[in-house]
């Protein structure tokens, strides 16, 4: 079973876009817009048990709108 599958995520909090859980180099954990590409800051996790823990809280960051956006500042 996909641990990442098991984790609720909102919608984008910028742009109302699908949020996907991506992981990187086996080690860290963010979340994404598969629209406007904005992310949360990657969460790292060295355990599997970890990975659960740092997936929910790249979820929570999310859910909040604690994103990144690439484009223009603030
Ligand atoms: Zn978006």
Do not use: F
Request: hydrophobic share 35%; charged share 20%.
């Amino acid at each position: 079973m996909d641990i990442l599958s098991t984790v609720e995520l909102n919608d984008c909090p910028l742009c109302l876009g699908p949020g996907l859980l991506e992981e990187e180099g086996g080690h860290c954990v963010y979340a994404t817009c598969l629209d406007c590409g904005c992310h949360t800051v990657p969460v790292n996790y060295r355990t599997e048990a970890e990975k659960l823990d740092a997936a929910q809280r790249v979820a929570h960051l999310w859910n909040v709108g604690k994103v990144i956006s690439e484009g223009v500042g603030e």
